[in-house]
């Protein structure tokens, strides 16, 4: 069988060293027509490609990537399916959530993801991608107006001092003595608590459980789901104004000028922490750490573990009436009576910032790594 003119050259080539193949290819190349070449690149181009995030180590691929915002991962993620499994390291959206304090939107997750396709062979994104995805939807929802206002929670017969809420649980306290659970999907009042005798003044909810503070001096534990009373905590001396609680210690701030740290379980007193020589205006505890802030205008910063006081910031000239911590613990924020915002560094107690503007008293602050919102009387 006579041989084609391309199997000719190719088996020739197959005789040729390295160095004599290539000035062949480049004499041929030199020889070509324009449109030939361009046609010649269009298919060699693939086969000149480097894929260099798989050829790298995967810590190296990840290095990389993390360098890329938000925005830039999703686009990786389209190129190829090796590309979206670095690119959805769970890692990398954790770093970016705390970035942009979306941690606290982790709750989101337990929702549908309407994103999710229900095709077998999709990989399925990473948990903290799913939070940052669900957190930055509800946040340009919020920003565009892209909501409903639900019907309003009514139910209780007097002043709602104080609201919080752990997933779809809400739960308010109120001068009428009295705290309500309510269901956020179906906005129906689940169960009222009435043990106490005074009004409730705070509440705080995690993992089912209910913690409340009251007029009465008193601090109750309740079971969200039954409404069953758990656990009566009682030592302050008087009003109980504040309290916070992380699912495992309770903490509570009352008018005798105290900080009490409750074993949440059994709710045994673990320490009483005294300093403040007014009463304590807010209250606020992140991981280990507790933080008081008061009309004697200093802001205390306790170890709840340890039961001791940490730092003692004193700068504010009026009553400390709010306080934050940045979503990577190095600061805090507070705003006093005298209209001023200020801003301490809670390794070493310094105060960083003085923030001025408001012309009267700051009444809530919120700050995340970047940014600082005050609330003020004016």
Same mark, same amino acid.
């Given at each position: 069988v006579m041989a084609?003119?391309?199997?000719?050259?190719?088996?020739? /080539?197959?005789?040729?060293?390295?160095?004599?193949?290539?000035? @062949?290819l480049l004499e041929l190349l030199r020889s070509t027509e324009t449109w030939q070449l361009r046609k010649l690149y269009s298919e060699i181009a693939g086969l000149l490609a480097v894929d260099i995030l798989c050829q790298v180590p995967p810590d190296v691929a990840e290095k990389i990537l993390s360098y890329l915002d938000a925005t830039s991962l999703c686009a990786v993620a389209t190129c190829s399916r090796g590309w979206r499994l670095l690119a959805d390291n769970d890692d990398i959206w954790q770093r970016l959530c705390i970035k942009q304090d979306?941690?606290?939107?982790?709750?989101?997750?337990?929702?549908?993801?309407?994103? =999710?396709?229900? &095709? *077998? &062979?999709?990989?399925?994104?990473?948990?903290?991608? &799913?939070?940052? !995805?669900?957190?930055?939807?509800?946040?340009?929802n919020w920003r565009h107006g892209s909501y409903v206002v639900p019907p309003l929670l009514k139910g209780h017969k007097l002043t709602v001092t104080s609201i919080a809420h752990d997933g779809d649980l809400l739960v %308010?306290?109120?001068?009428?003595?009295?705290a309500r659970v309510w269901n956020l999907q179906t906005l129906e009042c689940t169960n009222v608590l009435e043990a106490h005798t005074d009004s409730v003044n705070d509440v705080a909810v995690k993992d089912? @459980?209910?913690?409340? !503070?009251?007029? #009465?001096?008193?601090?109750?534990?309740?079971? *969200?789901?039954?409404?069953? +009373?758990?656990?009566? /905590?009682?030592?302050?001396?008087? %009003? $109980? #104004?504040?309290?916070?609680f992380d699912g495992k210690i309770i903490v509570?701030?009352? !008018?005798? +000028?105290? $900080?009490?740290?409750?074993? !949440?379980?059994?709710?045994? /007193?673990?320490?009483? @922490?005294?300093? &403040?020589?007014?009463?304590?205006?807010? @209250?606020?505890?992140?991981?280990?750490? *507790?933080?008081?802030?008061?009309?004697? %205008? %200093?802001?205390?910063?306790?170890?709840?573990?340890?039961?001791? +006081?940490?730092? $003692?910031?004193t700068g504010h000239t009026q009553v400390v009436y709010c306080s934050c911590i940045n979503p990577s613990s190095? =600061?805090?924020?507070?705003?006093?009576?005298?209209?001023?915002?200020? $801003?301490?560094?809670?390794?070493n107690g310094n105060q960083t910032a003085t923030l001025v503007g408001h012309s009267q008293e700051i009444m809530c602050v919120q700050c995340t790594e970047d940014l600082i919102a005050s609330g003020s009387a004016d």
């Open positions: 084609t003119p391309s199997e000719r050259v190719l088996y020739e /080539l197959g005789t040729l060293t390295g160095q004599q193949k290539y000035d @062949l979306y941690i606290k939107f982790e709750y989101l997750t337990r929702q549908p993801w309407v994103g =999710r396709s229900s &095709h *077998a &062979h999709t990989i399925p994104p990473s948990h903290w991608k &799913h939070v940052y !995805a669900q957190a930055h939807t509800l946040e340009w %308010s306290g109120s001068r009428d003595n009295t089912g @459980l209910v913690a409340t !503070a009251s007029s #009465d001096g008193l601090v109750r534990v309740f079971n *969200a789901k039954s409404g069953q +009373c758990l656990r009566l /905590l009682q030592g302050h001396m008087g %009003s $109980v #104004d504040h309290i916070t509570s701030a009352g !008018a005798d +000028c105290s $900080v009490r740290v409750w074993e !949440a379980q059994k709710g045994r /007193l673990l320490h009483t @922490l005294t300093g &403040h020589s007014q009463e304590i205006e807010c @209250l606020l505890l992140n991981g280990d750490i *507790a933080v008081s802030g008061s009309w004697d %205008s %200093s802001i205390r910063v306790w170890s709840a573990p340890y039961g001791v +006081c940490r730092l $003692v910031l190095t =600061r805090l924020v507070s705003g006093g009576g005298e209209g001023i915002v200020r $801003v301490w560094n809670l390794h």
